[in-house]
């Protein structure tokens, strides 16, 4: 008999772990998989022609809302934790749930999920989402092109539209996302990229992305999402902390898994954070993980067009998951409002509309800030009336994508970029270190 299996998800590692350890595996029947934490992606299935020969109907995708039901009704006994940035008692809230009904509950480990590549890896993850893992995937791209190698970066996934045309993308010009119909969360993490002269790769299949990576790269970089652990086993394991939310390295899933398994953990954003927040964050990283480097750097945020700001009043656009799930009240936009001196940033929460005005009622811990939405066409519409309808002079749009031509917005928009800045070792004496390592 094979084991009936739930997988516990959010359009990314759930489908992961599915291709790594459960396709074509017949010891189990993976029976369904739920979905949370990103809007629209419940309804639909994964095809046929991605689930492999043991799932000729392919596999159907329920809001998690129906576990305890789908438990029961289909006789479950193993339900998978397959998606991340949970805090340790959410994750054990959800274990109560699944034991209560009646399955066993599970995480996998790095045996079982992570792929070995031919080419050397370096990932970036972090111990929240925000933290600041682009910049330092971008940073690193710099350092190594400047050495020569051709490097390749590989996003964690995002596939929230059609997951048979999503299998394999590789990303290059902007045209690429045009093409491939990305949501605005997945502009945030590609544009930085084509901007710079690099190639991305992202998708559902990753053993098929990684394939085509290797084929072009000398050195990948894993740039990982929320605060996942890598899909790919790194040669060079570097996590960002951020001290705006001490401790949540101790008490986040799987952030604290990344802290113990990191060989450098960068402590980002230490220019705004408070100095005893910085030091709690080095303490308890130093309690789990006694060997890694750590490093401090500063979040530098600036603007394309500070006249703008100054004296403004303005509006501050930032990026999504950061506020949602990421459980921060501001970003980039507030601080570069501050910075360059606006006179009032102006609450966009009276004119929010559709699943904006939703995103509010469910994140209450949201103030006079935007969360930049945008996973589906009419979410893009409902952010564009929501801005449209703010009284403002300007829009600061704190997350890295071109909003201004993405949106068609009434008003003008102000782009910041952040990059990090080390305080104390360079990381590039960190890739120093490690290529010479390598080459021994």
């Avoid at 939405?373 to 994508?401: F, R």
């Avoid at 928009?413 to 270190?433: H, M, P, S």
Wanted: proline share 4%; glycine share 8%; net charge neutral.
């Amino acid at each position: 008999m094979r084991t009936k299996v739930i997988i516990m998800g959010a359009a990314g590692r759930d489908f992961h772990n599915f291709n790594v350890f459960f396709r074509d595996n017949k010891d189990y029947e993976v029976v369904a998989f739920t979905a949370a934490q990103i809007p629209g992606i419940a309804g639909r299935a994964y095809p046929e022609e991605l689930a492999g020969s043991l799932y000729e109907k392919g596999i159907p995708v329920y809001h998690e809302e129906e576990l305890v039901r789908l438990i029961k009704e289909n006789q479950i006994e193993q339900v998978i934790l397959a998606y991340s940035d949970l805090s340790h008692e959410t994750v054990m809230q959800k274990a109560s749930l699944v034991l209560a009904a009646g399955a066993d509950f599970r995480l996998m480990g790095t045996q079982s999920t992570m792929l070995r590549s031919k080419k050397p890896v370096i990932s970036v993850c972090a111990v929240r989402t925000g933290a600041g893992k682009s910049p330092t995937s971008q940073k690193l791209l710099d350092i190594l092109k400047g050495k020569g190698f051709r490097v390749v970066v590989v996003r964690h996934p995002m596939p929230y539209g059609d997951l048979r045309k999503q299998q394999c993308q590789r990303f290059a010009v902007m045209e690429d996302c045009i093409k491939h119909e990305c949501t605005i969360e997945e502009r945030e993490e590609y544009e930085p990229y084509i901007c710079c002269g690099s190639v991305v790769y992202s998708g559902v299949d990753f053993k098929k992305i990684l394939d085509s990576a290797e084929k072009e790269a000398d050195i990948i970089i894993w740039d990982g999402g929320n605060n996942d652990i890598p899909f790919y086993k790194p040669d060079l394991h570097i996590v960002i902390a951020d001290p705006h939310r001490a401790g949540h390295e101790m008490t986040y899933y799987p952030g604290n898994v990344n802290v113990r398994l990191a060989d450098v953990v960068v402590v980002n954003k230490v220019d705004s954070a408070r100095t005893e927040d910085v030091e709690l964050v080095i303490k308890n990283v130093r309690s789990v993980n006694n060997k890694a480097m750590i490093l401090k750097a500063k979040s530098v945020i600036t603007v394309d067009r500070p006249e703008l700001i100054k004296g403004k009043r303005v509006l501050a656009v930032e990026d999504g998951p950061t506020l949602t799930h990421g459980g921060m009240a501001f970003g980039a936009g507030v601080i570069a409002a501050r910075k360059f001196g606006a006179k009032e940033i102006v609450d966009p929460r009276p004119h929010a509309v559709g699943s904006i005005l939703k995103v509010y009622e469910n994140f209450d811990h949201l103030g006079a800030v935007l969360p930049a939405m945008g996973y589906t066409s009419t979410q893009m519409k409902e952010l564009e009336e929501t801005i449209n309808a703010a009284d403002c002079d300007s829009v600061i749009a704190g997350t890295p994508i071109d909003l201004g031509g993405l949106l068609h917005l009434n008003k003008p928009v102000v782009r910041t970029r952040y990059r990090i800045e080390e305080v104390d070792i360079k990381l590039e004496d960190v890739i120093e270190d490690w290529l010479g390592k390598k080459k021994q």
